[in-house]
T-cell receptor, first 111, second 113 residues
């Protein structure tokens, strides 16, 4: 059974204090790994898709990386507006395309 | 381009009442989805529609029905609401079923008393 585990559950950062979020996954074969950002009271907002080990993608202060067992979302010099819950989801190859979501990491960045 | 829209934003029901959640997308996507989100449990798929005219059960379909009205619209119906269906419901769409990212609507917060 496909499983996705995100850690830590919550992260409190000072503005400018870089850190990383972890997404560990177990799937029979990976078609894609997706990162989303979710603000309170809103729907998840798509950030990145990673398809193969070694792949990296960047967007402003965020950088996502992928290995065969986990993905990291690095937040460099965060600002208060980066405060959100970050969700990771995997899609297994050979499946019809179902996304298996992790429970998320809640990030709070204080000035 | 509104993306994915959902109505209503909030709803309170009494046990046994019925209601329909509406979803529409303007991205010309083929596939659409309904999820529920509960604290500590992540997003769980209720039903999905691979393309116009097809629907299939997801992880937690009991107590729900869906209709893919046309390519743009996908509705979720609760026939007899139960307190266990208190949740936040999200609709999403994607270009195709596999290998493409899903785009989410703003959600409907449902409380069943």
């Amino acid at each position: 059974e496909d499983q996705v585990t995100q850690s830590p559950e919550a992260l409190r950062l000072q503005e400018g204090e870089s850190s990383s979020l972890n997404c560990s996954y177990t799937v029979s074969g990976l078609r894609g790994l997706f990162w989303y950002r979710q603000d309170p009271g809103k729907g998840p907002e798509f950030l990145f898709t990673l398809y193969s080990a070694g792949e990296e993608k960047e967007k402003e202060r965020l950088k996502a990386t992928l290995t065969k067992k986990e993905s990291f979302l690095h937040i460099t010099a965060p600002k208060p507006e980066d405060s959100a819950t970050y969700l990771c989801a995997v899609q297994a190859s050979g499946s019809w395309g179902k996304l298996q979501f992790g429970a998320g990491t809640q990030v709070v960045v204080t000035p | 381009n509104a993306g994915v829209t959902q109505t209503p934003k909030f709803q309170v029901l009494k046990t046994g009442q019925s209601m329909t959640l509406q979803c529409a997308q303007d991205m010309n996507h083929n596939s659409m989805y309904w999820y529920r989100q509960d604290p500590g449990m992540g997003l769980r798929l209720i039903y999905y529609s691979a393309s116009e005219g097809t629907t299939d059960k997801g992880e937690v379909p009991n107590g729900y029905n869906v209709s893919r009205l046309n390519k743009r619209e996908f509705s979720l119906r609760l026939e007899s609401a139960a307190p266990s269906q208190t949740s936040v419901y999200f609709c999403a769409s994607s270009e195709k079923l596999a290998g493409s990212e899903q785009f989410f609507g703003p959600g409907t917060r449902l409380t069943v008393l």
